[in-house]
């Protein structure tokens, strides 16, 4: 009978270690399958930083642009560049051999 009741505590003994260890790597697959939630959210996070700030730039370039197309930018650049005001039209008359003459 000794012989039986330390069998049983054998038995329990190394069920409880069995399970013990399936415990323990349960809880490390779970701590690692966390960390990796984790860093993804992280780069998540990340990317939506880098959207906001790209629609910032999107928007700044858009209105420096519009900007840059106003009428008054234009005529402004244009006077840097040696332009200067048409006095006078004088119209010439095209041929008729002309190869825009109409027909």
Do not use: C, H
């Not at 840059?68 to 006095?87: C, P, R």
């Amino acid at each position: 009978m000794n012989n039986a009741l330390k069998n049983d505590s054998q038995n329990i003994f190394f069920t409880s270690l069995v399970l013990g260890v399936i415990l323990a790597v349960l809880i490390f697959t779970y701590i690692l399958m966390v960390a990796n939630v984790v860093s993804s959210s992280y780069s998540v996070d990340d990317l939506l930083v880098k959207i906001s700030r790209l629609k910032k730039e999107n928007n700044f370039s858009l209105i420096e642009l519009s900007q840059n197309s106003a009428l008054n930018n234009v005529l402004a650049k244009s006077g840097g560049l040696s332009f200067t005001e048409i006095e006078d039209v004088r119209y010439i008359q095209k041929s008729s051999t002309s190869p825009f003459a109409r027909k």
